[in-house]
């Protein structure tokens, strides 16, 4: 049987523990119907819901803003490495033409 509760002081509201009461000892029990963490009931399930889910949303979105991150990082990366490739070629098709414009010519001066 659970110990007697005080009646509450009319400034005081119902279920509510005074300012002036001893913390509760070794025996102590809820009052009927209160459980402690749990006294808000399907509110505190409700919020925890809430609050995974918020906490999942924004990982899913800082996944998203890093896979795009990533995504643009490796663009940049190949780009930087096409230009030497495109200047290279560029230059080897100018030297190669110099170089068959003069063998022509070596080979006229041979005739």
Partial sequence: M???FPET???????SVPADAPPPGPGFQH???RHGIFESGPQFFLFLIVFLFSMGLA???????EEKERIRVELHYLKSQLNPH???NAMN????KNQIRHLKRF???LQ
């Fill in 2 to 4: 659970p110990p007697d």
């Fill in 9 to 15: 002081a009319p400034d005081q509201k119902e279920g």
């Fill in 31 to 33: 009052p009927p119907g």
């Fill in 59 to 65: 990982v899913h979105d800082r996944w998203r803003i």
């Fill in 86 to 88: 495109f200047l290279f």
């Fill in 93 to 96: 098709g100018i030297y190669l």
């Fill in 107 to 109: 080979l006229c001066f």
